[in-house]
Each structure stands twice: as C-alpha cells, then as structure tokens.
DNA sequence: GCAAATTAATGATTTATTCAAG
DNA sequence: CTTGAATAAATCATTAATTTGC
C-alpha cells in the first residue's frame, strides 16, 4: 500500500513565484484573537473506525510553517488517522433508500438527522452525507444520460419520438424534482463566532414531493406517515 | 461600448409547469427527533415568484405549508428582517484588500476570523465570506477572460505572442494560484449531531503566497475610514 | 423631484469537473 | 475504476442603480 501524503500543497510553495508577497509577519489575530495557539491537534483520539488505520497520517502535515503566520495554514488534523469516509454497507443502504424514495438535497436539518442516524452504524459526518447525495444525483444522472446516449445510438435512427421507457422514466422523474430551484442552508457552517446573533439560516424546503419514510430501517418504527 | 444584459430568464418563468408535487405527508422525523414544532414558515422569506416583483414585500410568507411535514421546511427565520447579506463599505474594504493581497479561497478558519473582524463593521456571517470569495474570484476571471477577448478582437489578428501585460499579468497569477488544488474544510458545515466527536476538519493551506497583513485597517486604534 | 419600471450587480445555490484515496 | 472530497462554472434570486413617464 501506497502511503499518501495529504494535500500537501504548501510544500511546493517555496518555489511559487509570487510577484511581491510583499510584507510578511502578522496576520489575522493582530487585532482579532489570541487564537495563537490552539490549533493543533484537535484532540479527540476516537482511534477503531471500522478500519482503523494506523495513526499513520498525521505526523506528516502538523508543522506549522511559520508560527507568525498564523492566517494560512491552521491546519486542523483529521486526528482519528483516517482520510477519508468509508461508508459501512448499512449506510450505503438507507443513504440509497432515500434517494430512491426521492431525497436529492437535504437541506442542513436532513443532513444533520440522517447523520445521526447513520452515525449508528459508523463514524460519519454531516458533509459526508452532503457529499453523497451530491455525487450520487450526479453520477446517476450521468449514468441516465450514458444510458440514454448508447440506447439512441443502438436503435439507430428511430424517430426520437419514442420513450424509452426504464430510463426515460428514472429521467424523468429526476428532471422534474431538480428543476425547480430549492434553497439549502447553511446552518453553522463555517461557524462564524462574531455576529450568530442576528439571522439565522434560511432554509428551505428541499424536496416537497419526496414522501418516503425517512428511516424505515429503524426498529423503532413509531411514527409511518 | 455595448452594454449586455444578465439573464432576464426569469421573466419566462412563470410557466413553470411543476409536473406534479405529488404525494406528500410524513417525512425524516420518525425516528429521529421530536423537533416537531419548530419549523415555521417554509421558504424565505419574501414571496420569491418571479413575478412577485410588484407584490408587497413581506407579509406573504407567514404561511405554513403543511404542518404535518417536519421534515422539509424547518426554518429559522433571519430575525433582522432582511434577507440577503449585504456588505457595508468598510467591510467590502476589508474583503477587497485581502483579495487583493492574494487571498482566493480561504479556509474555515480564516473564514472564522475574517467574519469575526467583519461583524464589526455591521451583521455578517461566514457564509457571507464565503461566498463572497466565490464570486469574486469567479467574476474577476470572468472579467479578465472578457477583457482579453475583447483585446485579442480589438488588435486584430495579431500574433499572440504579444504579453497583454495588465491583463494577462493578474490573469498568470490567477492562474498560478488556482491550479493546485487546495483542500477546503467543512469545519462544523451543515452541523452533523451526531458523530462530530471523531475528526475534525481537514484544513489547508490556501493561499501559500498570501502574505499580507490581514487586517491593516484597524491595527488597533484607528480603522481607515 | 418621485416612484414605478428596467437594468445591472452581486449574494446564494446548484451543477459540472476535477482530483485523488482505496 | 469507483467514488469521496473539493473547486469552478452556471444559474437563480434579490437588491442597488438607473432610467422613464409624469
């Protein structure tokens, strides 16, 4: 097995030309924080995911480059040694059950209910579900169009007038629940200490025909529609 | 010089046909969570029909869909009243420096800081910078893109060997910036309950180049303006 | 001068691409 | 080669400028 480096962009910055990074020295906190030093390892050693890797990873990118510098580069180690998510079969499971009954984005308040769910079955974060359902709708449509592309070139050259029916209809269906424009949330992203106080999110209403049973999957199974 | 219009696409809209928001009822919350009660008003506020231009403002939105549908909609509303973010001078200052000074992408925390300065000068929220950067990265391409068309067009046919210099000057360093790819991080994004526990962001290193002194306008006692 | 009507800017979302882990 | 992660491009929607008829 290969080991990765992370994305360890910063390396190769020595060379970058830069016309006139002109000044250096402080950043940010000047006036801002004493966030000096807390950002180093997160903490939080939540070692045996699934497959557990080693601990491998971090050693590699907790230097800092410069600590006067503080604006680039706080990096933030994933500290359980992991890169990147590794849905367990169940996840995978309910995740394509919802989208089959419908779900294509999940507003903030989705996410954060199906990631506490699947958390039952594995590590898991809220932007791996984002993510999911963003490559999944994206590629099932891409598959759709593959589909539809090698079914027109095989019938030859049939009047186009014809459905064709499985996938025209999966098409269909896909077209009609993205085209209208629905507005997701950010939540806390990013979480902006300063100003939370004012407005909140916005929200939305993600998928108003989608009508499947969230989490049929759950024992508990009190509440149907 | 000729003026181009955006997209009016919308006037258009209003034939929107919406095949058929078919079913409906019962939704995420079964298992989950007793968040009943919360979700007032669906959408944004402000009636956002295209045509509801001419409509008064605000007092549409009150209306709950369906209260038996927890799962869309569970929104919160802006409590200043306003919708959308809008930048005050000083802020757009700020915003504008830093970009100027090489900042293209920044990260969660840079964000975190960044809408903390901010949040001085009037509401703001990370997403606010975030998107901020976004587009103004994404504009200011566009705009050189046009203005090298427009130069290439306007010298003729020349041989492109010739350096546009104010142009194509920016034009290499954006480029030079945006080639690598740089990882972003999710922070606390779209807060996922559940399993936040385990690892964290995953952080980078925007801007290697990026030196400037981040908040030069307030170093502590007097702000620019 | 002034609102209504248009148009231009730009904040906010979604979709398409790209990168890289496994 | 599949797919999680991240960014860029395209699009939508709302607000500010600006124009226009009075």
Redesign the pocket.
């Known amino acids: 097995?290969?080991?990765?480096?992370?994305?360890v962009?910063y390396l190769d910055k020595a060379a970058s030309p830069s016309s006139s990074p002109p000044s250096i020295s402080q950043s940010l906190s000047s006036s801002a924080i004493p966030l000096a030093l807390q950002y180093l390892r997160p903490l939080a050693p939540k070692i045996s995911f699934p497959?557990a890797?080693k601990m491998v990873v971090f050693p590699e990118f907790a230097r800092v480059r410069n600590a006067s510098r503080l604006l680039n580069c706080t990096v933030q180690v994933p500290t359980g040694g992991?890169?990147?998510?590794?849905?367990s079969p169940d996840q995978?499971k309910v995740l394509e059950m919802l989208y089959r009954g419908g779900m294509?984005?999940p507003?903030s308040f989705q996410i954060e209910q199906i990631t506490e769910e699947l958390g039952k079955y594995g590590r898991i974060?809220g932007?791996?579900v984002?993510?999911?359902f963003?490559?999944?709708?994206?590629?099932e449509?891409?598959k759709q169009k593959r589909a539809a592309l090698l079914t027109l070139s095989t019938t030859s050259c049939l009047p186009p007038a014809e459905t064709k029916d499985g996938v025209e209809k999966e098409e269909a269906c896909e077209d009609a629940l993205?085209?209208?424009?629905?507005?997701?949330?950010?939540g806390d992203v990013h979480g902006d200490a300063a100003t939370t106080t004012t407005a909140e999110?916005?929200?939305?209403c993600?998928d108003d025909d989608v009508t499947l049973e969230l989490f049929p999957l759950r024992p508990d199974q009190g509440k149907a529609n």
Chains 1, 2 share one sequence.
């Not at 999110?201 to 939305?204: F, G, N, Q, R």
Request: glycine share 0%; proline share 2%.
């Open positions: 097995m290969r080991l990765h480096r992370f994305h962009a497959d890797r992991t890169t990147r998510w590794n849905p995978i294509r984005t507003n974060e932007k791996n984002f993510y999911w963003q490559n999944h709708k994206a590629r449509r891409q993205s085209r209208k424009r629905r507005c997701r949330t950010w999110v916005v929200a939305d993600t």
